[in-house]
């Protein structure tokens, strides 16, 4: 079993940086994909990037593609997100995600946190 913990979430103004952090517990954590959704009210949830297990490759959706940043600790068990030159439409709750040991599908969900972006 994983638990994920996500912190860094707040309220900033536009153009503003945060850096999110995501805990895992449980074993096998460079073994697994992880990933940041975020979903905005009344919207459903949508990926936001992900790295993967073994090579660290990333992935981006496109409306954050140069402002947003996923790494992760391996030997710590964290995996992080950068947030910089933030929008109003990236208020959301910002969720971290992992997989099994050397699968695809995000099997374990934080319970998010809160990012909010005054204009």
């Known amino acids: 079993q994983v638990e994920l913990v996500e912190s860094g979430g707040g309220l900033v103004q536009t153009g503003d940086s945060l850096r999110l952090s995501c805990a895992a517990s449980?074993?096998?954590?460079?073994?697994?994909?992880m990933g940041w959704f975020r979903q905005a009210p009344g919207k459903a949830r949508e990926f936001v990037a992900a790295?993967?297990?073994?090579?660290?490759?990333?992935y981006y959706a496109d409306f954050v593609k140069g402002r947003f940043t996923i790494s992760r600790d391996n030997a710590n068990n964290q995996v992080y997100l950068q947030m910089n030159s933030l929008k109003p439409e990236d208020t959301a709750a910002y969720y971290c995600?992992?997989?099994?040991?050397?699968?695809?599908?995000?099997?374990?969900w934080g319970q998010g946190t809160q990012v909010t972006v005054s204009s």
């Open positions: 995600a992992g997989t099994k040991p050397f699968r695809s599908e995000y099997d374990y």
């Open positions: 449980g074993r096998s954590f460079s073994s697994r994909g």
């Open positions: 790295i993967e297990r073994s090579d660290g490759n990333t």
